[in-house]
């Protein structure tokens, strides 16, 4: 079993950044790969980044391309995302996920319980 914590979401204005935590524990969090997911009112829960166990791979959603970025401390158990530029349609939800298998999809094992992040136009 994997618990994930979620930290770091909130309320900014369009045109500034956040950053996400995720802390993991329960399993070796370099046998895991990462994903942070999001869902906003009334939409369906979407990918937004990726990365794999040690770091090497990153993928993004083209939303959020060139202004979001994830990155993960293997020692600290812990994955990022940096979220810069920040619009008002990226006000959502935001789910750390993760698992054994590399995914784009939201078939990962491991969900957190998620961060709110509002951005006020």
């Known amino acids: 079993q994997v618990q994930l914590v979620e930290s770091g979401g909130g309320l900014v204005q369009a045109g500034g950044s956040l950053r996400l935590s995720c802390a993991a524990s329960?399993?070796?969090?370099?046998?895991?790969?990462m994903g942070w997911f999001r869902q906003a009112p009334g939409k369906e829960r979407e990918f937004v980044a990726a990365?794999?166990?040690?770091?090497?791979?990153?993928y993004y959603a083209d939303s959020v391309k060139g202004r979001f970025t994830i990155s993960r401390d293997n020692a600290r158990n812990t994955v990022y995302l940096q979220m810069n530029t920040l619009k008002s349609e990226d006000t959502a939800v935001y789910y750390c996920?993760?698992?054994?298998?590399?995914?784009?999809?939201?078939?990962?094992?491991?969900w957190g319980q998620g961060t709110q992040v509002t951005v006020s136009s």
């Open positions: 996920t993760a698992g054994p298998r590399f995914s784009t999809r939201d078939d990962y094992d491991y």
């Open positions: 329960g399993r070796t969090f370099s046998t895991l790969h």
């Open positions: 990365i794999t166990v040690h770091g090497i791979s990153t």
